[in-house]
């Protein structure tokens, strides 16, 4: 994927962060950490990828912490 290709991987994200259920890794002083993987096709290739999110005291939604790949093609 390339920079253009930036709406698509959004898309991807949150289609999966609506789709799947996270897993709860951790909890702090900042809030509640999940870990989200998903797979991923763009182009004729698939991936792995991993995301991660957090919902931050005092709100109720998530946030993308990062992303990047566990596994290509």
């Known amino acids: 994927m390339k920079r253009e290709n930036a709406e698509e991987l959004r898309a991807a994200l949150f289609a999966a962060a609506r789709d799947q259920d996270a897993n709860a890794t951790e909890a702090d002083e900042y809030g509640e950490r ?16 991993r ?3 957090i919902i931050r005291k005092g709100e109720n939604f998530l946030r993308l ?3 990047y790949i566990l596994q290509g093609p």
């Open 65 to 67: 912490t990062s992303c």
């Open 51 to 53: 995301s991660a999110w």
């Open 34 to 49: 999940y870990v989200l993987d998903f797979s991923l096709r763009h182009a004729g290739r698939q991936a792995q990828v």
